[in-house]
């Protein structure tokens, strides 16, 4: 067992490196990118295009949940062993992918075109252009579907090095067509939709050739296994309550924000979530590498090997995202002046508090994605999703109650809160986890970490002017310290003694910074 758990650090941190890596690339990629497009297009055409596109996205939450099902479904039944189920499981999920395209194909042909030519603001000579980019639209989400469970199957059997690979030619091949624009003379928006839909047809046959060549169960096999049609479906169902409610609570607070605010809070809004996406990308490359291995050793029956996986995902997940949020969060005013020049009014309060969302939230993975093995996600689901529903009312109750705008990403940070602590008595029956196991070996070993670390930035921050100086000092220290107490106190559930000696240290020499701290977030 310890040979194979030793493999298995060894591949989650391989995996780990070669997404990071992949990611690197493509943000680096997609940032110039971006900004050639909408030089090529102008303003005018790189908006019809986005939002265009984005009439399809709607329907997006659909193939959302099933994608989840089709991840859990095909990495249990590899985690079994058991090459018959896992080929049927394949070919079902294609069916239904096959289903799911279909819908989409339907609804684009009719509420998309609908909704393109009555209810959008686009200009009548751009209407035809306008078209093609939805038809292609909707064709490339057809495309992206069926890859859906050939991506499944390649994260399922953790080789990242494929999905990396075949991520990065994509975005080479969308690097190599900004600047066909540029050669071509014919209508640059309907030739960047064409060349897009030509590049999502190549990847997928990528996808598919991998897999055909690499995998025997993704050859497809004719069989109909209508008991797990059902269960499948009957998943991605309640999966889907559960991702309709965050894109409900999400775009619900956008639109409460506009009508209480104004726009202005709501770009503030905007910039705290591109921020906020850009950090949390980094922890879910590391959980998006170590997450098969939690559903495959629940499938072969390792109960306690899961958990020290869970616990494992939870604590380096969350040291992760506070090793990137820590100098964010302490100097998010001055990073977003010299991002922005202009910072709107309420980004930096915002852009804080969603952090705290984010860090509690880094915590609740693991949970999810146990819950997903067991496959009862009904309760949990409908509980969760609910609390998280929750969030909507009692925001409006607040800002009608004339409490700032930030109150509604309190209220989040709070719901957040307390869901991850219903998640954990919704799973101790299911999984055979121990609160009190979980207290020790996450809570414990984060709590000391925060309360540790926080001080010598603290100390430094208030101590010093607002300048370029203290930013890289603040910074510096920021990694030293957060570094330094995750390896002493972070990784080892034990020596309470180091921990005690060290924190008393600490304490003694800054009472006065904690004192400040209390209203750091929303006061500066």
């Given at each position: 067992m310890s040979n194979q758990t030793s493999d298995n650090n060894k591949r989650i941190a391989k995996n780990t490196l070669l997404l990071y890596f992949r990611m690197l690339f493509m943000m680096a990629v997609s940032l110039f990118t971006s900004r050639v497009v909408l030089n090529t297009l102008g303003v005018e055409d790189y908006g019809i295009y986005n939002v265009v596109g984005g009439i399809v996205a709607m329907f997006g939450f659909i193939n959302g949940s099933m994608s989840s099902a089709t991840q859990r479904y095909i990495t249990f039944a590899l985690g079994k062993g058991d090459k018959n189920r896992l080929q049927t499981v394949f070919s079902t999920t294609l069916q239904i992918h096959t289903l799911i395209a279909g819908v989409i194909?339907?609804?684009?042909?009719?509420?998309?075109?609908?909704?393109?030519?009555?209810?959008?603001?686009?200009?009548?000579?751009?209407?035809?252009?306008?078209?093609?980019?939805?038809?292609?639209?909707?064709?490339?989400?057809?495309?992206?579907?069926?890859?859906?469970?050939?991506?499944?199957?390649?994260?399922?059997?953790?080789?990242?090095?494929?999905?990396?690979?075949?991520?990065?030619?994509?975005?080479?091949?969308?690097?190599?067509?900004?600047?066909?624009?540029?050669?071509?003379?014919?209508?640059?928006?309907?030739?960047?939709?064409?060349?897009?839909?030509?590049?999502?047809?190549?990847?997928?046959?990528?996808?598919?050739?991998?897999?055909?060549?690499?995998f025997e169960e993704t050859k497809y096999k004719h069989v109909w296994d209508k008991a797990l049609f059902k269960e499948m479906t009957g998943f991605a169902g309640w999966s889907m309550f559960g991702n309709l409610a965050a894109v409900l609570f999400g775009q619900g607070l956008n639109m409460l924000l506009n009508v209480f605010f104004g726009p202005v809070v709501n770009a503030a809004r905007g910039i705290a979530v591109q921020v906020q996406?850009?950090?949390?990308?980094?922890?879910?490359?590391?959980?998006?590498?170590?997450?098969?291995?939690?559903?495959?050793?629940?499938?072969?029956?390792?109960?306690?090997?899961?958990?020290?996986?869970?616990?494992?995902?939870?604590?380096?997940?969350?040291?992760?995202?506070?090793f990137l949020s820590l100098p964010v969060l302490f100097e998010t005013k001055f990073i977003l002046t010299v991002w922005l020049k202009i910072v709107p009014d309420n980004t930096v309060v915002f852009l804080r508090i969603m952090l705290c969302t984010s860090l509690i939230y880094t915590l609740s993975n693991p949970l999810v994605i146990a819950n997903q093995a067991t496959g009862k996600v009904r309760k949990y689901?409908?509980?969760?999703?609910?609390?998280?529903?929750?969030?909507?009312?009692?925001?409006?109750?607040?800002?009608?109650?004339g409490l700032p705008a930030y109150s509604v990403f309190i209220v989040h940070f709070l719901m957040e809160s307390l869901t991850q602590v219903v998640r954990m008595f919704l799973l101790r029956p299911l999984i055979g986890i121990r609160i009190r196991d979980y207290l020790r070996y996450i809570y414990s070993p984060v709590l000391w970490v925060i309360a540790v670390s926080v001080i010598l930035p603290a100390f430094v921050y208030f101590n010093m002017e607002d300048t370029v100086i203290r930013f890289f000092i603040v910074g510096i220290v920021c990694v030293l310290s957060v570094s330094l107490t995750a390896y002493t106190l972070g990784l080892s559930s034990a020596n309470s003694t180091s921990k005690c000696k060290i924190t008393k240290c600490f304490c003694k020499s800054t009472p006065l910074v904690l004192r400040n701290s209390i209203f750091f977030l929303v006061s500066h």
């Open positions: 194909v339907l609804l684009g042909e009719t509420i998309g075109l609908w909704f393109l030519y009555n209810k959008m603001q686009i200009p009548a000579d751009r209407m035809d252009a306008a078209f093609w980019v939805l038809q292609c639209s909707i064709i490339a989400a057809v495309v992206m579907i069926i890859s859906v469970p050939y991506n499944a199957d390649i994260v399922a059997h953790e080789k990242m090095s494929a999905f990396a690979y075949i991520s990065i030619l994509e975005v080479v091949l969308k690097l190599a067509i900004v600047y066909m624009l540029l050669v071509f003379s014919f209508d640059k928006l309907v030739l960047y939709a064409f060349l897009l839909l030509a590049i999502q047809i190549l990847i997928r046959f990528c996808y598919s050739y991998y897999c055909n060549k690499h996406n850009a950090v949390q990308q980094f922890v879910g490359n590391f959980q998006m590498a170590l997450n098969p291995q939690i559903t495959k050793t629940y499938a072969q029956g390792e109960m306690q090997e899961m958990h020290k996986l869970m616990y494992r995902s939870a604590r380096f997940s969350f040291f992760l995202l506070f689901q409908a509980i969760c999703g609910t609390i998280l529903l929750m969030i909507l009312p009692i925001s409006y109750i607040s800002l009608r109650l």
